[in-house]
């Protein structure tokens, strides 16, 4: 299928909250459990499912709001990386088992909005949100939360055992020194990984950009499932830089792990339109790396 391309969010992507039309089977009074979730008068027990691709931290900051608010309705969390979300949204429109999306990229929820998969949801304060930030439906279908970018994270203690250059831009990955000290995440299954090699296409044009990715993989020991991933790797010592979003790496420094968190200086990207085309080529040249799901 082909994405609409989504407004650029000056280097950013964004994430977004949805209803699923047809509300999932997890309570007896589906459109109860709906409201329950913004749209409408409030339900006081039942269940809803909630998918989200959100870090866990966020999730549970998500539920203690609910819960402070809906203390007796039950949220099952399906919590996993963007394209996991949206290859089980694609393949469940017809029969919904998740009432919300807490959480997964605009552009996931523009496709499912063309098959009709979405219920228009209104919550508190959407006058006030920007037209770029949410679905062009009189009463929107989805309505962003957040953004996020692509970042380079870097292991201070190993760049400076190892001897690495100074690292600020996407051209300086491609240093020799840094082969095999690189891990980034598969934009097969994450968001944040489609991200970043979109970002590169759209920065570079298609035939410099996938010339340097050629160039880039030179550098990659692996390519894995999450997005948050490469900055907890990073962070661990297991690489020495892991390219990820802005989030995960600063939320690994506040820890104290001994990463800095570089913005690329040429900029990031947002989702393209030509997301098949893309993943197709990238799964035939790089993913041979490619770990395991977890």
Not at 16 to 44: H, I, N, R
Not at 53 to 64: C, T
């Amino acid at each position: 299928m082909n994405l609409k391309k989504l407004i650029a969010l000056s280097a950013a992507a964004l994430m977004s909250v949805s209803l699923l039309a047809s509300c999932g089977q997890t309570s007896s009074d589906p459109a109860q459990t709906a409201d329950a979730a913004g749209s409408g008068e409030k339900a006081t027990s039942g269940e809803i499912t909630v998918y989200t691709a959100l870090e866990d931290e966020q999730v549970s900051a998500y539920l203690d709001a609910f819960h402070s608010e809906y203390p007796d309705i039950t949220v099952n969390v399906v919590r996993e990386s963007t394209g996991i979300i949206t290859a089980k949204l694609l393949a469940e429109k017809d029969n919904p088992q998740a009432d919300v999306v807490w959480g997964t990229a605009a552009s996931s929820m523009m496709v499912l909005d063309d098959m009709g998969g979405l219920k228009a949801y209104a919550p508190e304060g959407v006058d006030r949100i920007l037209p770029q930030f949410k679905s062009d439906k009189e009463v929107p279908t989805w309505v962003g939360i957040d953004a996020w970018e692509t970042a380079i994270i870097v292991n201070t203690e190993a760049a400076e055992e190892l001897g690495l250059p100074e690292i600020t831009s996407y051209q300086d990955l491609l240093d020799p020194a840094l082969k095999g000290q690189i891990v980034m995440s598969n934009p097969n299954s994450s968001g944040t990984g489609f991200l970043t090699v979109s970002a590169i296409l759209q920065l570079m044009g298609e035939e410099e950009g996938w010339a340097y990715l050629d160039a880039l993989d030179e550098n990659v020991a692996q390519y894995v499932h999450s997005g948050s991933k490469p900055a907890k790797m990073a962070a661990s010592g297991e690489c020495a830089v892991g390219i990820s979003f802005g989030y995960a790496g600063l939320s690994q420094k506040e820890k104290g792990a001994p990463v800095e968190v570089i913005f690329p200086e040429e900029g990031s990207g947002w989702a393209a339109a030509n997301r098949d085309a893309i993943l197709a080529s990238w799964m035939e040249k790089y993913d041979g790396k490619s770990a395991p799901e977890e």
